[in-house]
């Protein structure tokens, strides 16, 4: 089945510098790669998703990129506020009938003002 | 439009008890899943229904079962309680039927404790 590694665990950076949160998966059937931000107590939102006929996607400071070839997907913050510190999770499609997500262990972002 | 609602929020029992968490499905959405999220950690699948009965599944035993209704809405159970069954239980909604995988909608969670 498919498996998802999800880098960094942490990651801290100043307000206004860009953050980059990466993934892997294993399954080349999966088709679907949504990022979801998780604030405390809160349910997972999701923020930004790529679909595997498209290398990347782009939306306001928030961007994803696809490498299918390579299994590997990013999420890049660009201009840090803190309100964007929080934990962050990559997902992949199970490419099998089920369509269920596949969630990485997430990364949490810390934004310092 | 309303989101997906869930309840209750928290809740302990102890071992070997059997719990009943709920979930409202967003307005529109035919298709609930259901996910576990022990602490530090991703979600995981546990199941999903579309059209009142299971459409998948993830790796959990039997004694997780659900249930959806017809106005979509949907019930998790989990019998025999065990202190590993502690977590967070996500529901989630989706416009899609369950063969396509498409955005799903979260709520907020039903934080379960087992002691």
């Known amino acids: 089945g498919e498996n998802v590694e999800q880098h960094p665990s942490t990651l801290s950076v100043q307000e206004g510098d860009s953050a980059v949160i990466k993934c892997t998966y294993s399954d080349s059937a999966s088709n679907y790669f949504p990022w979801y931000k998780q604030e405390l107590g809160k349910g997972p939102q999701l923020i930004i998703d790529i679909r595997s006929n498209v290398g990347e996607k782009k939306d306001q400071r928030i961007a994803v990129t696809l490498n299918k070839t390579a299994k590997h997907f990013s999420l890049h913050i660009t201009e840090t506020q803190p309100e964007d510190s929080a934990v962050y999770f990559c997902?992949?499609?199970?490419?099998?009938?089920?369509?269920?997500?596949?969630f990485g262990k997430g990364t949490k972002l810390s934004v310092k003002p | 439009e309303t989101g997906v609602t869930q309840s209750p929020t928290h809740l302990i029992k102890t071992r070997g008890q059997q719990v009943t968490l709920r979930c409202s499905s967003q307005s529109g959405h035919n298709t609930v899943s259901w996910y576990q999220q022990a602490l530090g950690q991703g979600p995981q699948f546990i199941f999903q229904y579309y059209r009142e009965e299971e459409n998948g599944r993830g790796n959990f035993p039997p004694r997780f079962s659900g249930l959806q209704f017809p106005n979509y809405s949907s019930e998790l159970n989990v019998n025999a309680l065990e202190l590993d069954d502690s977590a967070l239980y996500l529901c989630?909604?989706?416009?899609?039927?369950?063969?396509?995988?498409?955005?799903?909608?979260f709520g907020e969670g039903s934080r379960l404790t087992v002691l």
């Open positions: 997902a992949a499609s199970d490419g099998g009938s089920q369509g269920n997500l596949i």
């Open positions: 989630a909604s989706s416009p899609n039927p369950g063969s396509r995988t498409g955005e799903l909608f």
